[in-house]
């Protein structure tokens, strides 16, 4: 996929979260890219905003600050019930 494309997709997905409070935006867009793209699609978009980050908008470079090390949101949904108490259960 080209770099044009994914810069595209990212300032959508920014766009989308645009009137939230922007620490709510940045973790959406934090947990969206993490959930739904491909490593190869994440590490694309990094090495972009790394070198000149053209056309990315400024909540995606912010919410990418710390992409390489957050767990995916999804990973607690697909996990065994012997994994979910490790992951943190959200019963109350």
Known sequence: MSTEKLVRMA???AAFFRSYP???ALKGIHDHL??????GM???L???AGH???GLDPLV???MSNLQTGRSPIE???????TVGQLGSDAG
């Open 11 to 13: 300032n959508q997905i």
């Open 22 to 24: 922007e620490d709510q």
């Open 34 to 39: 993490v959930a739904y793209w491909t490593p």
């Open 42 to 44: 994440r590490r694309t």
């Open 46 to 48: 990094l090495e972009h």
């Open 52 to 54: 000149s980050g053209q």
């Open 61 to 63: 470079v912010k919410a």
């Open 76 to 82: 607690k949904e697909i996990a065994g019930p012997g």
